[in-house]
């Protein structure tokens, strides 16, 4: 991969930055650049393309994505918290967590949440993906700390207070960790590409020299499964756990893998699960964060919007914000799926909904 290709990428992303910036600029004199929909009827954006009927039984016919909240630098990373009974994000600039409730809107949650020290950095330095362990307890993925570290406070008195629980990999500091999955035996698979290093690939604080896609077990033991992967960057298993997919988010390779994953938590027998590559530059964005449902569908957030694929990698359709979309999640009963869409959190409504 040539990695310029990938700076301008990121030229494109601080761009949109800055019109959520001027969008923004009269709430960050307060506490935040939000803008929730709250006590209205929310905006409508984008378009859901579909390429086969099948997609009628996920997305419904009709369906329109909804804006929540706006006015973010570059959204990311987000979890449905039952008990909070709302989404938490990731502004990974701004190196915050957000709260949206239905009702109230977005608000900050927890602040810093990727670089602990006081004195900015700038850069990607805030956390990335976010999840929930089977105790309740938040992970967080920080870039600027280069760590993959859980929040040591309850949800319900949030602080920015963390314990990590993986920052090197045979003595070597990760580049950033960038997202995460949690298997069912308590071992945590996660990607490392060098997006929260300030000077990302080249950067001299670099220690190792490779994108890897890694396994925490639970006893601690970090395991590298594959360093072949030029930008890992999604990560999410099958409901069975017998797949591990990875998105790419190479625009010279914007593809997504998948790998079976063996009785040990190691993988094997990767293989392509859909290219997209032919669209960069044509779609906006770049495989990024995916989920999976029960039915083992895949939302891949990639060229265009979240493209929907089945197990095997057959292209549904694409849900399109019309803006680069970094990541999404479900609520538990898959009513909606939940999209970062750079300045935006957005929705829409899912089949399961009716």
Not at 24 to 38: E, F, K, N, T
Not at 51 to 76: M, N
Not at 103 to 124: D, N, T, Y
Request: glycine share 10%.
């Amino acid at each position: 991969m040539i990695f310029l290709a990938r700076s301008d990428f990121f030229a494109m992303k601080f761009s949109c930055r800055c019109r959520a910036s001027i969008a923004g600029a009269l709430s960050l004199l307060l506490w935040g650049p939000i803008a929730s929909s709250v006590g209205a009827e929310p905006r409508t954006i984008g378009a859901v393309d579909r390429l086969d009927p099948a997609l009628d039984a996920i997305v419904p016919p009709g369906a329109e994505i909804e804006v929540l909240a706006e006015g973010f630098e570059w959204s990311e990373g987000p979890v449905w918290s039952t008990e909070l009974q709302g989404l938490l994000f990731s502004d990974i600039p701004r190196n915050r967590v957000l709260l949206w409730r239905e009702g109230e809107g977005a608000k900050v949650f927890l602040e810093p949440s990727g670089h602990a020290s006081a004195a900015p950095r700038g850069g990607e330095e805030g956390s990335n993906g976010l999840a929930l362990d089977p105790q309740g307890r938040l992970l967080l993925c920080q870039h600027g700390d280069r760590s993959l570290s859980r929040m040591d406070a309850p949800l319900t008195r949030p602080a920015p207070k963390y314990l990590r629980l993986a920052e090197r990999y045979q003595g070597k500091r990760f580049n950033s960790p960038n997202d995460l999955t949690l298997h069912s035996s308590g071992a945590i698979y996660f990607t490392d590409p060098p997006y929260g290093l300030l000077g990302q690939a080249d950067d001299p604080a670099r220690e190792i020299d490779f994108c890897g896609v890694y396994r925490l077990a639970p006893d601690g033991t970090v395991t590298l499964l594959t360093s072949e992967l030029t930008r890992p960057n999604g990560i999410a298993l099958s409901p069975d756990e017998k797949t591990l997919y990875v998105a790419v988010s190479d625009p010279e390779q914007a593809i997504w893998m998948a790998y079976d994953v063996q009785p040990d938590g190691s993988i094997a027998r990767g293989r392509l699960l859909f290219d997209a590559t032919d669209w960069v530059g044509e779609r906006p964005g770049l495989p990024d964060g995916l989920k999976v449902d029960r039915r083992g569908i895949l939302f891949a957030t990639g060229p265009g919007g979240v493209l929907v694929f089945t197990p095997q990698g057959k292209h549904l359709g694409t849900i399109g914000s019309g803006e680069k979309t970094a990541n999404c999640a479900l609520d538990p009963e898959a009513r909606y799926l939940y999209m970062t869409s750079d300045m935006y959190l957005c929705r829409v409504r899912l089949a399961a909904a009716e």
